[in-house]
């Protein structure tokens, strides 16, 4: 086994429910092959209720060195210590969000399929910014879609890594890696089927030499 970070990393995004049995899916996942990041997703439930069921998730990433990153809410984010928020292009400024979460949280910002907002989510500091959708999903209807041009335009021009989103699978990954993505970000195809074999499946194209 390599000890190599590969050029590309996995960031994994839950699916809405994570109630019942899915710390011990997470604790699967994470497992059976090298995971850079786990995204807290869940919509539509008040703060405290969140925060409950974020807890032994994110026990689990801290046990594994997974970052743990709260979708759309700096004031989960904050509540929980997270290492990290993705916020879209409705949830605030990542300015705002630095003031209130510090200088060591990572800020991911959803892009879609623009260079503009890319270059100001940059400008404002996020840590990454995250480009998509780039194939049909599953687990989101996707109102934006993104060129694999924009990832290796990123990839040529700025430090700051970039996140390809977007029905992302073991089978259509491969271009997305050599666009030069730093990340791709994965739901469906990990939680729509067993978990640990997804995992494994991208760490085959993620890591070949492994």
Sequence with gaps: ??????????????????????????????????????????????????????????????????????????????????????????????????EELGREVQIGVTCHGSKHLAMEAGEAGADYVAFGAFFASQTKEAKHYAELEVLEWWSKLFEIPSVAIGGVTPKNCQPLIDAGADFLAVSGAVWNHDEAEAVKAFAQKLNPKS
């Design 1 to 98: 086994m390599s000890n190599e970070i590969p050029a590309t990393q996995l960031y994994l995004i839950s699916p809405l429910d994570v109630s019942g049995t899915f710390p011990e899916r997470l604790e699967r996942a994470i497992s059976a092959g090298p995971v850079a990041a786990f995204q807290f997703r869940v919509k539509d439930i008040e703060q405290h209720e969140a925060a409950r069921l974020a807890a032994p998730l994110q026990e689990i990433c801290k046990a594994h060195n997974v970052a743990f990153v709260v979708n759309d809410s700096v004031a989960l984010a904050k509540r929980l210590g997270a290492d990290g928020v993705h916020l879209g292009q409705s949830d605030g400024s990542p300015k705002d969000a630095r």
